[in-house]
């Protein structure tokens, strides 16, 4: 439930931040007046006190960082299984096939690789390459 509540103020505070981030005017606004207009004191215009867009803009960002972090250690902390905590199957030894019970028939085995008979292959079945030279006007172009 706490994981739940976190993500929709991470969603909205992400929202909230990017329309903050949108509504600000640049620093390079002013540019274009520094350099021949003399409308403003620097070139990148004049940095006076942070107005509310500003401030705002900041605390959303600490809030946000605040809330990834804590979600971040949240999940680490909460995954980990504890040592007197068991795996389900996957904490049982594996076992091999039981035996049959009394009443019903075993499966047959099938035969080791070494109790297969190797072929022999008389040398007549053999075919022989022959190392002749085609003919030159038999050649395809």
């Known amino acids: 439930m706490l994981m739940l509540i976190l993500n929709v103020v991470y969603v909205l505070v992400a929202i909230a931040m990017i329309a903050l ?6 620093s390079g606004a002013a540019a274009g007046s520094g350099f021949g207009a003399g409308a403003s004191g620097t070139v990148f215009g004049s940095r006076g006190a942070s107005n509310f867009l500003s ?3 900041k605390w959303l960002a600490v809030v946000f960082f605040g809330i990834s ?32 019970a009394a009443g019903l028939q075993s499966v047959p085995q099938a035969p080791a690789v070494d109790a297969v008979p190797q072929a022999q292959v008389p ?14 006007g038999s050649q395809k172009p």
Request: charged share 20%.
């Open 21 to 26: 981030i949108l509504m600000q005017r640049g």
């Open 55 to 57: 401030k705002s803009t």
């Open 123 to 136: 040398a007549a079945d053999i075919p022989v390459q022959s190392e002749e030279k085609p003919a030159e």
């Open 69 to 100: 972090l804590f979600m971040a250690w949240y999940a680490g902390h909460s995954t980990r299984p504890d040592a007197g905590q068991g795996l389900g199957l996957m904490s049982q030894p594996v076992e091999s096939a039981p035996a049959p």
